[in-house]
């Protein structure tokens, strides 16, 4: 008479008592940061992508991906707020705070910081030619680029869930402001004279 080989025990059932989630469960919650990170975060939890998807739907892994992004975000004393201030320094920069009034380009010294925040990438050059007589003339050349300012207010807008997309300001059920009226009423008009 053989003996039946033992079957081997599944691991992946067992649960941390603290957390609740299987191992798999643990694995996909460590591995997702957010949208777009499902296919590799169920690859590194040994699950399909839709059974992945299927879990983001249970309370015990929406609340373990919740607490998992809020003491991120504690660690990194990054919050909603911080976002914001640093996407509206992306924002609100005019174009004289970088230019002369004759077109050459300002000193980095005399452009305020908070413009300077919005500067995405700068190129600085020098280039010196010397003529026959050996005089010597320098260039610079600097080039720089800007935030994009309707991209930045985009991310704004998607943020605060702001419906722009379908032509409204609002977000909940794609209902929202469809045209906002401005009416500029002078000093004398208030004052009744």
């Avoid at 694995?27 to 998807?53: P, Q, W």
């Avoid at 609100?92 to 908070?114: C, H, Q, R, V």
């Amino acid at each position: 008479m053989t003996d039946k080989p033992k079957a081997k025990k599944k691991y992946n059932n067992l649960k941390n008592p603290e957390t609740g989630l299987t191992i798999k469960q643990q694995r996909l919650v460590d591995k997702y940061e957010g949208k777009g990170s499902l296919k590799k975060a169920a690859e590194y939890a040994g699950l399909t992508f839709g059974y992945a998807r299927v879990l983001l739907t249970f309370p015990n892994i929406k609340k373990a991906i919740l607490d998992k992004q809020e003491k991120l975000q504690n660690k990194c004393e990054i919050d909603q707020q911080w976002v914001l201030e640093r996407y509206k320094k992306l924002t609100d920069y005019k174009i004289t705070d970088f230019f002369n009034d004759d077109g050459n380009m300002k000193p980095l010294s005399e452009i305020p910081e908070a413009a300077i925040y919005a500067i995405c990438g700068l190129d600085v050059n020098r280039k010196t030619v010397t003529l026959g007589d050996e005089s010597d003339i320098e260039t610079f050349i600097q080039k720089f680029k800007l935030s994009d300012k309707k991209g930045t207010l985009d991310s704004i807008a998607k943020m605060l869930g702001l419906n722009v997309e379908k032509g409204g300001l609002g977000g909940l059920g794609g209902e929202g402001v469809k045209e906002v009226k401005i009416t500029f009423v002078s000093k004398e008009d208030v004052d009744g004279d």
